[in-house]
């Protein structure tokens, strides 16, 4: 079954970097899209970044443009997110996502999403 697994996540302090992983597993990278998304405490989620299957194509929303980058690695089925320059407000669980798709559009709506990890926790402290 598939399977997506976050990693990298923890607490640093405000200006600091972090890199996430997502390890996936059960689905043929080829044909489907991932990304990014992230909840904040009593926010709504969010689409952070997605990546077209072949990785060539890649959206990041307006708001983190320049500080948050996303990228893959299909022969090791590894998604990436890296942030720099990260601000309190980026405090949030980061979650991964994977949906059948060539595109990655899809993979930055979270209606379209077909799968979840189980989230990782960035904590920004100031």
């Known amino acids: 079954q598939v399977q997506l697994v976050e990693s990298g996540g923890g607490s640093v302090q405000a200006g600091g970097s972090l890199r996430l992983s997502c390890a996936a597993s059960?689905?043929?990278?080829?044909?489907?899209?991932m990304g990014w998304f992230r909840q904040a405490p009593g926010k709504e989620r969010e689409g952070v970044a997605a990546?077209?299957?072949?990785?060539?194509?890649?959206g990041i929303a307006d708001s983190l443009k320049g500080r948050f980058t996303i990228s893959q690695d299909n022969a090791k089925n590894t998604l990436y997110l890296q942030m720099t320059s990260l601000k309190p407000e980026d405090t949030a669980i980061y979650y991964c996502?994977?949906?059948?798709?060539?595109?990655?559009?899809?993979?930055?709506?979270?209606?379209?999403?077909?799968?979840w990890g189980k989230g990782t926790l960035v904590n920004i402290s100031s």
């Open positions: 059960g689905f043929t990278s080829s044909t489907y899209c």
């Open positions: 996502a994977a949906t059948y798709s060539v595109s990655w559009t899809p993979c930055a709506r979270d209606s379209s999403v077909d799968y």
């Open positions: 990546i077209s299957s072949d990785g060539s194509t890649t």
